[in-house]
């Protein structure tokens, strides 16, 4: 009871806190445009913090300390990809997103494809940014429920209505601030339940001795998983709306750049930390499920330890949920309120909208959550269906003329129907989603560019 109390202590001053900032941040929310971007510029090394924590969820430890209990130090591929997809992100997208001006993938895309594919997108994008949000609610809220010894139901709520309330009440600006609060939480978190894991092992070479050595080669989950984690955790960084959204609060191009250097440098060491927790739990607790590798290491701990360690867990559910209800709000804000309503940003009812956008999106997803099936899996969905929008994003930088709007706007139909199915259908023939996913805009768009291709060598005839 001592350390489930303490443990909860902590947790509870520090949901307090977080309350505090965005208390004080809703006097900068004082415009729909204020309350979506921030109202300011912000500095790369913030920036990168906060697209860190935005993407380290409870799904993030858990889910990779899960599948490292199975298959060792190559399950640190999980987040490893993600760090990939925020350095190609820096060479490729950074600059020329920033010089755009768009703060929505939807926006961006409609500069080349026209306003159909515009709706197309926020459809797709509103859809996966649910589905990570149930994700994390639903894995989140068991393994916080475990630790305080509370219903997994209460906890979920409690934590859904938390972080609603604190976005629809400081916005963009204290989603920011509070994230990169987050951030450095969760890697106390992480260090101090690596540091422990090892302990009780006896060390990195009593690890070694115990596991068998493929459990410390990078390609034991094998290279189709490897990859496929590569392709959705680059696609997820492509076109998520709430990493446009962070780049777009940096003053210019330059400083894009460095903020996704940053992020992927603070992915990494994290993956490959929560992959070592589960192989330790592999080791210290051999005939486990493996969901509760993560779990077990915290439940070994001292008060005081455990208690920094669910504040991680926590500030890991507060981030990514903040992310998730900012860049929905915008995206139903933008693409939708705005057109339908033709109301200005700086109308008072714009800002009303927009914050109570906030919270229903951040509530919407509880009473999924709470019957959530298997949320490691849902979360590459997820991801998996951002790939076919980074797809897109490549050809409208890349290949501006390349296929079509009417093409653009098929393959986002056609990949969030086929790609769902597939998943639902277990990926047959041992075939990852996201394959699926990546397939379809390049076979749909390569078909609608036909006609210009015909089109192109009747007239070349015609010249000669």
């Known amino acids: 009871m001592e350390a489930n109390w303490t443990a909860m202590s902590l947790a509870v001053v520090y949901i307090l806190a977080m309350g505090v900032v965005s208390y004080a941040a809703r006097r900068f929310s004082n415009t729909a445009h204020n309350f979506t971007s921030g109202g300011t510029t912000y500095p790369a090394i913030l920036v990168g913090f906060l697209l860190m924590s935005e993407f380290i969820g409870t799904t993030a430890s858990v889910g990779t300390a899960q599948a490292s209990y199975k298959w060792g130090i190559s399950a640190a591929w999980n987040l490893v990809a993600l760090g990939i997809g925020f350095m190609l992100y820096a060479f490729l997208f950074a600059r020329k997103f920033k010089d755009l001006g768009e703060n929505t993938i939807s926006g961006a895309l409609a500069r080349t ?15 996966a940014l649910q589905i990570v949000a149930v994700s994390v609610y639903a894995s989140g809220g068991a393994v916080l429920a475990g630790l305080l010894k ?18 629809g009440m400081g916005g963009m600006r204290s989603v920011i601030y509070t994230n990169v609060m987050h951030a450095v939480v969760k890697y106390i978190g992480i260090i101090v339940a690596t540091a422990f894991a090892l302990s009780q092992v006896g060390g990195w070479s009593e690890l070694r001795a115990q596991l068998p ?37 940096v003053g210019d191009a330059g400083k894009a750049q ?40 915290v439940a070994q701990m001292d008060s005081m330890m455990a208690a920094v360690v669910v504040a991680g867990l926590a500030a890991s559910l507060f981030g990514t949920i903040s992310a998730i209800s900012i860049g929905t709000a915008t995206l139903l804000y933008k693409d939708f309120y705005l057109p339908i309503t033709g109301k200005a940003a700086g109308d008072s009812q714009s800002l009303r909208f927009v914050r109570v956008a ?5 509530l919407l997803p509880i009473p999924l959550a709470i019957f959530a099936p298997d949320v490691l899996k849902v979360t590459f969905l997820a991801k998996s269906l951002r790939l076919t929008l980074a797809v897109l994003v490549l050809f409208i930088f890349y290949a501006p003329t390349f296929g079509s709007p009417k093409g653009a706007v098929t393959s986002i139909v056609l990949s969030l129907f086929l790609t769902i199915g597939w998943y639902m259908a277990g990926d047959p023939y041992g075939i990852d989603n996201a394959y699926i996913a990546l397939v379809i805009p390049l076979i749909v768009m390569s078909i609608s560019h036909l006609p210009r291709l015909m089109t192109s060598g009747r007239a070349m005839r015609d010249t000669a």
């Open 213 to 249: 050595p493929a459990m410390f080669t990078v390609d034991n989950a094998g290279w189709p998983q490897i990859l496929a984690w590569i392709l959705a955790g680059t696609g997820a960084v492509f076109s998520t709306q709430y990493v446009l959204q962070a780049i777009s609060t």
């Open 258 to 297: 460095k903020a996704s250097f940053y992020t992927s440098v603070l992915l990494i060491p994290f993956g490959i930390a929560a992959a070592i927790c589960g192989m330790c739990a592999a080791v210290l607790f051999p005939k486990i499920n493996s969901l509760q590798a993560f779990p077990m290491i």
């Open 113 to 127: 494809y026209g306003a159909p594919t515009k709706i197309a997108t926020s459809v797709i994008m509103i859809f």
């Open 358 to 362: 906030a919270i229903v999106v951040g």
């Open 150 to 167: 509370i219903d997994r139901s209460l906890a979920i709520v409690f934590t859904g209505l938390f972080a609603a309330l604190y976005v």
